[in-house]
C-alpha cells in the first residue's frame, strides 16, 4: 500500500493536480482524506471553490483510493457523479473517500467534500476500471 509521500508524488505528476496544495490526513486500505486550503487557483466569481477543482480532486482522491489495495497496480475511471449540496467558501477543504465496494475488475467509491465549517457541501460517487 502507498503512503502520504506516493500520493504527493502521485498528484505531482498530473498536469491539474500538481498545482494543489494539501495536507494528508490519513490513508488505510479503502479510505483516504486530504486537507485542501481554499487558494486562488480553486476559487470562482461569487469567492467559492470551483465545482470542476471539486470534482478533480474527489475523483482523484477516489481513483487512489483504489490503489490503496496491494493488488491494484492502476486504475482508470468509468464514470463519475457529484451532487453539489451547498457552496464551498471557507477551508479548509476535507475530501474524504471511502471504498463501497470492490469486484475483480470495477470498484465503486464514495468521495465527500467538507468545509472548513465542517459542513458536508458535495458527494461524490466513482467507477474505477481496476489494472491487476
Known amino acids: 500500500m502507498f503512503d ?7 498528484f505531482a505528476m498530473d498536469g491539474f493536480l500538481r498545482n494543489i496544495e494539501f495536507e494528508v490526513s490519513y490513508i488505510s486500505e479503502g479510505s483516504i482524506e486530504i486537507k485542501v ?3 486562488e487557483n480553486l476559487m470562482r466569481v461569487g469567492d467559492i471553490m470551483n465545482g470542476g477543482a471539486i470534482m478533480a ?12 489495495y496491494g ?12 451532487e453539489f449540496i451547498r457552496p464551498i467558501g471557507t ?3 476535507i475530501f474524504r473517500s471511502s471504498m463501497v465496494r470492490i469486484g475483480k475488475n470495477i470498484a465503486y467509491v464514495d468521495v465527500a467534500a467538507i468545509d472548513g ?16
Do not use: H, W
Request: charged share 15%.
Open 4 to 10: 502520504g509521500e506516493d500520493l504527493k508524488k502521485i
Open 37 to 39: 486550503p481554499l487558494k
Open 57 to 68: 480532486i474527489s475523483d482523484a482522491i477516489g481513483g487512489l483510493t483504489v490503489m490503496t
Open 71 to 82: 493488488s491494484v497496480i492502476n486504475q482508470v475511471t468509468v464514470n463519475f457523479n457529484t
Open 91 to 93: 477551508g479548509p477543504v
Open 117 to 132: 465549517n465542517g459542513q458536508l457541501c458535495s458527494k461524490s460517487m466513482g467507477t474505477y476500471y481496476i489494472y491487476r
